[in-house]
């Protein structure tokens, strides 16, 4: 399960809105965010670029440390 760092998250509403905006990404299902740890998890039903990924979440205003 690919999982990846948001930075910026202070609320479950930013929770939602990285799960919305990851749930969006074709090819990837099962999201969790985890507002505690700053993660965010998926499983992927086709190959998903992590770049892609990325810009999804910066694209909603957090930010993706590396």
């Known amino acids: 399960m690919p999982s990846i760092t948001v ?30 740890s700053g993660k965010a998890s998926f499983e992927e039903t086709a190959p998903v670029d992590m770049a892609v990924v990325k810009k999804a979440i910066e694209k909603i205003g957090f930010e993706v440390p590396g």
């Open 7 to 36: 930075k910026g998250m202070t609320c479950n509403h930013c929770v939602m809105s990285v799960t919305k905006a990851l749930e969006a990404i074709p090819g990837v299902t099962g999201v969790k965010v985890d507002l505690l």
